[in-house]
């Protein structure tokens, strides 16, 4: 099956630090990606769409300033949190369709992100 | 908007035991319906894919439902050993993913 990597696995950072996470399709090409954000014991949140070659779609509520996304190549998306506080600790997973209608999922791993 | 529930939220078992986790969405307008697995701390494990021409897909113990016309899906487990204890997600793609609540199983030895 298809593969999507993600790093780091884990991070932990000061506030008011950035920091980048990084999705990669590592055997198909990726126009768009998805980034989630999860609570403990909650489901996925749709964070953003990235897409390649142009500016991420944020779903509401989701601070595009603090949240930078960028989907430089067909696969690599980036992810930075800036100015991180420890509200911004959390799981962020990313994941990417196979192709252009999306039919099935491939996640990274994800990245636990703690704020100090 | 499509909204996504799992029933139950969790849910606790003996070892041995078959069981079944329920899945109900609001638009069928979907295309392919995925169930994972995900362990504490960790990412999503893709165990089952209905594709929305499809009605059931199973693999070893594991066996998931489709109808859309009812906008339900059921992941079916038998015979639950301790290792299947995790939260279960189902996701319905359309333009999108969307998620479910999850369940949390835990199976007792």
């Known amino acids: 099956g298809a593969v999507v990597s993600q790093h780091p696995s884990w991070v932990i950072c000061k506030s008011g630090t950035s920091v980048k996470i990084e999705c990669r399709s590592l055997?198909?090409?990726?126009?768009?990606m998805f980034w989630y954000r999860q609570f403990p014991k909650q489901s996925l949140m749709l964070m953003a769409t990235s897409n390649e070659g142009s500016k991420a779609t944020y779903e509401q509520g989701v601070e595009k300033d603090k949240f930078l996304i960028n989907h430089a190549s067909l696969t690599l998306s980036t992810l930075t949190v800036t100015s991180a506080h420890p509200e911004d600790s959390s799981f962020y997973i990313c994941s990417a369709p196979r192709d252009r209608v999306v039919t099935e999922a491939f996640f990274g791993q994800g990245t636990r992100l703690t704020v100090v | 908007k499509q909204e996504v529930t799992q029933i139950p939220a969790a849910l606790s078992v003996p070892e041995g035991e078959n069981l079944v986790l329920n899945c109900s969405f609001t638009?069928?307008?979907?295309?392919?319906l995925q169930w994972f697995r995900q362990d504490p701390g960790k990412g999503l494990t893709s165990l089952l894919l209905?594709?929305?021409?499809?009605r059931e897909q199973t693999s070893g113990r594991l066996n998931a439902s489709l109808d859309k016309s009812s906008g339900r899906s059921t992941l079916y487990i038998a015979a639950s050993q301790p290792g299947d204890s995790a939260t279960y997600l189902c996701a319905l793609t359309g333009n999108q993913f969307y998620f479910g609540t999850g369940t949390s199983l835990t199976v007792i030895p």
């Open positions: 638009d069928s307008a979907i295309y392919n």
């Open positions: 209905i594709q929305s021409s499809q």
């Open positions: 055997d198909f090409q990726a126009t768009t």
